[in-house]
């Protein structure tokens, strides 16, 4: 495959999410990604597999799913580190980061993607500035999601 093509469908995020809770609550809610549609809207079904596996559908503003399969990678408590591998629509990997942070929790969302699923991969070119905003825009409802969620206890 060349190049070109590889740094087209190749996505890298990172979000930063500041939480009025504390890092072992906001770590013990993001490490339950069964819960994730609860509180996340544009997760709309997550699937247990096994203890360290799952499914995923995903879907923001764009008319499009995500079906994605979820591996843990890492799961360390006292770093505050979790991270999945992902195959599917998309395959990669992805990191939550969790810190103390003013008054409360720092959360990094991280990310790094290939996309898989061939109609996005054929609106690669014109549909890139598109799949951004859409993704910024799932991050900010994630991000108040979980903020209402850990409100409510």
Known sequence: ??????????????????????????????????????????????????????????RSLLPYDLRIVASEGVRDPGAGVLEITLRGDVAGWARWTIKPGRGGTRAVYEQEVEVCKPLLRRLALLGRPLFAVNHRLMMRAGRRGLAAWLARG
């Open 1 to 58: 495959m060349p190049d070109w093509s590889r740094r087209l469908h190749h996505y890298r995020f990172r979000s930063v999410w500041l939480l009025d809770a504390s890092p072992a609550v906001v770590y013990a809610v993001l490490e339950r990604g069964e819960t994730y549609p609860r509180w996340w809207p544009q997760v709309r079904e997550v699937t247990t597999i096994d203890d360290h596996r799952g499914t995923a559908r995903i």
